[in-house]
């Protein structure tokens, strides 16, 4: 048999796009880049402030907390499930720390634990929480949509039970360090992100587990048969994002000054925006963590935009929809790829 | 059937079909004449697919045409037109799983009654009428998900022909079928021919060609290299046709009449009293080189044996160890570090990730080797995946091509890869060669012979007969048990006889 018609052959049958070589494959986690990049331009045109060192420590500092979110929720897309009530638990996680830590007379809980206690606890939540989740999901089998759009609301009236829809705002100054505290004039927070970003891109490239993730969310089935532990590594990866979502949540806190019983309440549908225009598939077993941070930054760059651009406050929710439907709209150009 | 004047019920002529810088049919070229089954048959990749596309309106081809009864075929835009006059049977089902089998018969067709509502009574009793005129003994209420695969197929051949069509399609029909259910689809076909139906017919096995039709045609390299009435082509014809090559003689030389058997070599796998998911009682010793093959029918409990032994089920009792030490039950990475490697029994549902690479997925089950305390090292994958390729001839770009491109019998090398690269003791091989081409088959069931002379046994568990050729001894299980065993050197007969429940004397 011939080279050509061996080719031929080949992409005759081939469902996947096979033709396209290993270099278009690795230039499609850029192709958000260049929409960034037109982003800033305009916005550097439209608004002197926009390219201000001041401005961007803003938009980092800002897009912190939900880069950890969207780290965690990118995890649980790959391996191809899904979890909404992280939203809730970036609110939950750092109230339950802060409540245990606050005097009654700041709406704590009286306890006033130390606040190294209060900040592991805040981790301890969010993994327990994680945990729960996936019991529900992985171990008992239920649909982890609804599973987590369940717990989503039950946590959010939690945290307005306990608080009593209080906002907590006495904390120790450690509770907003991460936000407050820089570190080469960047945000302790937007290092965290960053480096849990690295650290993650890392590990689903170069380690086995990081791979078993795409093995799990492309086809579980072949991961099963390949020795791969499924209802572990999936579990896990709850617990994880359990644990980033409550980071991301500290970090919220840091950011915002105080904790409000809303904190992270809607949060879930930007999270969800910045994995798909970053290119993770809710259908699980694609995309980088690469392209899920630049979903991010553009969304943090558009929020920043709108703020200076003094958009009426009744009128931001309108504009934060359509922009990210535009998105959506340039990812799919730019990345030729259908988004599922 | 038909005046020899009257113009091919289905004609392509000259098609060319590119894909970008790949050329998929090149003039290819179909004379099929009303009331004959005509068989399509080619290599994986030699373009049959791409060929039924053109056939069915899917593909709209870059050069030349599709004829009718001698009239052009309809635009491609005009589905109804196309559905009138073709359908395809698809190996994977088109119908909806979740929907009834009414449902289906008329999906966006119900029958209405006043207002555009959709009147079920009626729906029911078109379908019924329908089934029954084809002499379709299905329920229509059924979920088309519960039916067998025979029953969903006869299902959607009802559909295309309720459409008009008298010229259907069938693509590799018998792929999943055991032998009584392929019997009873070549009756069907035989009726249907006779009251008028036109078939083309496309497999992997040449066998049922000479069975059930009259008229055969070879596609190799995207083209169509001859078309013959199958009386004048006999198989080693057939073979060297679609390969471009002559047959080698006797390439299914039965492999274990060679000298020197494992039949005093220690013992490798000892399965004692074993039950589990559809078998029972089952006693089975491998040994140290040996080549075991598991025949039945596919409710036999077979496969089912093979997925226990290779931990992806649990047994319910029972004993097995390897090299004396137990297996664990139900444990896939515990049976991988004891040694056994598998290839599971649909590489679409079970080996491969379509979206990863080459080398992702040929290494996905090596637990050590790759890098360091879970570390994968790029550049050792690449390598290890390297020498898969080389060693299987899988045809690929390269390492890291996703895997979901590959034509079907290079995606099964891969798997086979994949079970070789963690040197198991033991390959369970579950249908090693279900829908692959005679080439990939023959380097499929080259790596047994070359496996078990560096003592790997092997079980070969297949509906193949050729997979069990190379075998020392088959065993054929019925009804769950082991009832009866052969040597290498048994008659195809003989075989199949037991696998049937004949009784063997």
């Known amino acids: 048999m011939t080279d050509v018609s061996t080719r031929a052959a080949t992409d005759a049958g081939a469902p996947y796009g096979g033709g396209r070589g290993p270099l278009v494959r690795r230039l499609r986690d850029l192709a958000l880049v260049p929409a960034l990049v037109v982003l800033v331009v305009l916005g550097a045109v439209l608004n002197g402030e926009f390219l201000t060192y001041a401005n961007i420590i803003s938009i980092l500092g800002a897009s912190a907390a939900l880069a950890l979110v969207v780290l965690g929720e990118g995890l649980i897309l790959i391996s191809g499930k899904i979890d909404l009530s992280l939203e809730s638990t970036v609110g939950i996680a750092p109230a339950v720390g802060a409540l245990v830590v606050l005097p009654a007379a700041s709406s704590g809980l009286g306890l006033q634990w130390p606040t190294g206690v209060g900040l592991a606890l805040i981790l301890v939540v969010g993994a327990v929480i994680g945990w729960f989740n996936g019991l529900l999901v992985v171990r008992f089998k239920l649909n982890a949509f609804i599973v987590s759009l369940a717990m989503l609301i039950v946590l959010r009236g939690l945290l307005v039970g306990f608080t009593k829809g209080k906002t907590l705002f006495d904390m120790p100054n450690a509770f907003f360090a991460l936000a407050n505290t820089t570190v080469a004039g960047i945000p302790v927070s937007a290092w965290l992100a960053a480096v849990a970003f690295g650290l993650a891109g890392l590990a689903l490239r170069y380690l086995r587990v990081g791979r078993a993730l795409y093995a799990i969310g492309g086809n579980a089935g072949a991961a099963r048969a390949a020795g791969i532990r499924v209802e572990r590594v999936t579990w896990s990866v709850y617990v994880i994002a359990g644990v980033l979502a409550s980071v991301g949540g500290l970090v919220q806190t840091g950011y915002v000054g105080a904790l409000n019983a809303n904190q992270g309440q809607n949060m879930i549908f930007m999270v969800m925006a910045a994995a798909v225009i970053g290119g993770l598939s809710l259908d699980g077993g694609k995309g980088t963590m690469f392209g899920a941070l630049t979903g991010v930054l553009l969304i943090g760059v558009v929020n920043n935009l709108l703020t200076l651009a003094h958009v009426s406050s009744f009128w931001i929710q309108a504009i934060q929809g359509a922009i990210i439907l535009v998105a959506l709209g340039i990812a799919r150009v730019t990345t030729g790829r259908a988004q599922t | 059937m038909t005046e020899p004047t009257a113009p091919p019920l289905v004609e ?77 049977v698809y190996q994977h089902s088109t119908a909806i799983p979740e929907l009834t089998v009414g449902e289906n018969l008329f999906l966006n067709r119900q029958p209405t009654s006043g207002g555009g509502r959709i009147s079920w009574r009626k729906l029911r009793a078109q379908a019924r009428e329908l089934l029954d005129h084809w002499d379709v003994r299905v329920d229509t209420e059924a979920r088309v998900g519960d039916l067998t695969v025979e029953n969903r197929q006869l299902v959607e051949i009802a559909r295309a022909l309720s459409y008009g069509a008298r010229f259907i399609i069938l693509d590799e029909p018998t792929a999943q079928l055991d032998s009584n259910a392929i019997d009873r689809l070549f009756a069907r076909m035989r009726a249907l021919q006779s009251s008028g139906v036109t078939f083309l017919y496309i497999s992997h096995h040449l066998q049922e060609v000479y069975e059930v039709c009259q008229t055969v045609t070879v596609m190799r390299d995207a083209r169509t290299v001859t078309t013959a009435p199958v009386a004048d082509l006999p198989q080693a014809a057939l073979v060297e046709a679609m390969t471009g090559e002559t047959a080698p003689e006797s390439a299914t030389a039965p492999g274990g009449a060679r000298a020197g058997g494992p039949g005093d070599r220690p013992v490798r796998l000892d399965v004692r009293g074993l039950a589990g998911d559809g078998f029972a009682g089952v006693d089975l010793t491998v040994r140290t080189g040996e080549v075991v093959g598991l025949a039945g029918s596919s409710s036999s409990g077979k496969v089912a044996l093979g997925e226990t032994v290779a931990g992806l089920r ?7 160890a390897l090299d004396g030490t137990p297996l664990p039950g139900g444990d896939v990475p515990g049976a991988l570090r004891a040694g056994v490697g598998l290839v599971p029994r649909d590489r679409h549902d079970e080996g491969l990730v379509p979206d990863l690479s080459v080398a992702e997925n040929a290494t996905m089950t090596a637990a050590r080797g790759l890098g360091p305390y879970g570390v994968v090292v790029p550049r050792r994958r690449r390598a290890a995946a390297q020498r898969a390729i080389a060693d299987l001839g899988v045809v690929t770009e390269g390492p890291d091509q996703p895997v979901g491109a590959l034509s079907g019998g290079n995606q099964q090398k891969v798997v086979m890869a994949r079970a070789l690269a963690t040197d198991p003791k033991l390959l369970v091989l579950i249908n090693p060669t279900a829908g692959v081409d005679v080439k990939s088959k023959q380097a499929l069931l080259d790596v047994i012979d070359a496996v078990r002379t560096t003592g790997t046994s092997v079980l070969v568990i297949s509906d193949e007969l050729d997979d069990l050729r190379a075998c020392d001894r088959v065993l054929v299980f019925f009804h769950g048990r082991v009832a009866a065993e052969y040597p290498a050197g048994w008659r195809d007969g003989d075989l199949v006889g037991a696998i049937e429940g004949m009784s063997d004397d």
């Open chain 2, 12 to 88: 392509a002529i000259d098609i060319t079909q590119r894909f970008g810088s790949t050329v998929a049919l090149r003039d290819a070229r179909l004379r099929v004449l009303a009331g004959e089954s005509h068989a399509l048959v080619g290599r994986n990749g030699a373009g049959k697919s791409t060929l039924v596309s053109v056939l069915t309106g899917l593909l709209a081809p870059n050069a030349g045409e599709v004829r009718f009864d001698g009239e052009p075929a309809p635009p491609p835009a005009d589905r109804d037109a196309w559905r009138s006059r073709v359908a395809c």
């Open chain 2, 314 to 320: 649990a047994p319910a009792s029972g004993a097995m």
